[in-house]
């Protein structure tokens, strides 16, 4: 009987260590190529039904983890994809554990690549969209002479930027442009213009990528244009058509963003749960910057003002 009562005994201190697990998570990567942050959810870690989500595999979806499993307070899991240029197939390794209140862990790659990372809890933000907020000074982030204010996501990569007529546009696979002033609650106004197939973003606090897509008349997605990508979709498809001048009003408070797109409510409130791929600041308690994404199609902005909103 009191061989049986250790064992219950044992077997419930595993399952609290394997609780430790549980929660949402922002990833700091050490020598991340493209300079971005993770995030991750466990769910029911001490449990059978042990389940996750990660942002952070190759692409910018939220992935479900397929079959994570914890043994000896290590939790393991693995992504395979096909590489996006050769075709070739690849696999990812993630071993993680627990320490000090954190996570430490280990990216292996098929292709040699080591990362470690370390997981800190995503912060409960208690601010709420309540109507208490009034509109501060309006800040012009884009003088429309040059790109003073911006720099480089990734630190040793050109920009592949210019400036010109009031227009700021990329090269096609230009680095991010990444705000130099950081910004808590807001409302942004942006102008940008795409052509045929091309497909950019804009990140508010560094963190939430709120989608450009050139994706006229087509049914809406979490991938759409309008989406807080691969979280929230908008509920109507507002864009025009490829080479229009576009636009949107942004107001974020919060986890709480709403979402204009030329004059059209597409999300209202919602809840942003955690980072989307385009971070590459994961502290999620902080102020962040405005990112620009110039590392897909080509892309312009004009107008570019953020407004604080204070109490």
Do not use: C
């Amino acid at each position: 009987m009191r061989a049986a009562f250790l064992v219950l005994l044992s077997l419930s201190a595993v399952l609290a260590e394997d609780a430790q697990f549980n929660g949402r998570w922002d990833i700091f990567v050490t020598g991340e190529p493209r300079a971005r942050a993770w995030w991750m959810e466990i769910s029911g870690a001490g449990t059978p039904a042990l389940k996750g989500k990660f942002v952070g595999f190759p692409g910018g979806d939220l992935n479900d983890i397929p079959q994570p499993a914890i043994q000896d307070e290590w939790l393991h899991f693995g992504f395979d994809y096909k590489d996006f240029h050769t075709g070739k197939p690849m696999h990812r390794e993630y071993m993680v554990h627990p320490r000090a209140g954190r996570l430490m862990g280990v990216m292996r790659s098929s292709d040699g690549q080591t990362l470690q990372w370390v997981g800190k809890r995503a912060p409960v933000i208690t601010d709420k969209d309540d109507g208490t907020w009034r509109d501060g000074t309006p800040v012009e982030l884009f003088n429309h002479k040059d790109l003073s204010g911006w720099r480089g996501l990734i630190p040793d990569l050109s920009l592949g930027w210019d400036a010109k007529d009031g227009i700021m546009a990329n090269a096609a696979g230009a680095n991010n442009l990444v705000s130099d002033a950081t910004f808590w609650n807001f409302k942004l106004h942006v102008e940008y213009r795409v052509g045929e197939h091309s497909n950019s973003g804009i990140g508010l606090r560094g963190r939430y990528e709120v989608q450009i897509l050139e994706d006229y008349g087509k049914p809406p997605n979490l991938h759409s244009n309008g989406a807080l990508y691969s979280r929230i979709a908008p509920s109507q498809n507002a864009s025009k058509p490829a080479g229009e001048w576009q636009a949107y009003d942004i107001r974020l408070v919060g986890r709480q963003v709403t979402v204009v797109l030329n004059d059209k409510k597409v999300i209202d409130k919602q809840e942003i749960e955690g980072l989307t791929a385009i971070a590459g600041d994961a502290d999620e308690s902080k102020p962040g910057p405005i990112i620009l994404q110039g590392d897909h199609g080509p892309v312009e902005f004009r107008n570019i003002v953020l407004t604080p909103l204070i109490k």
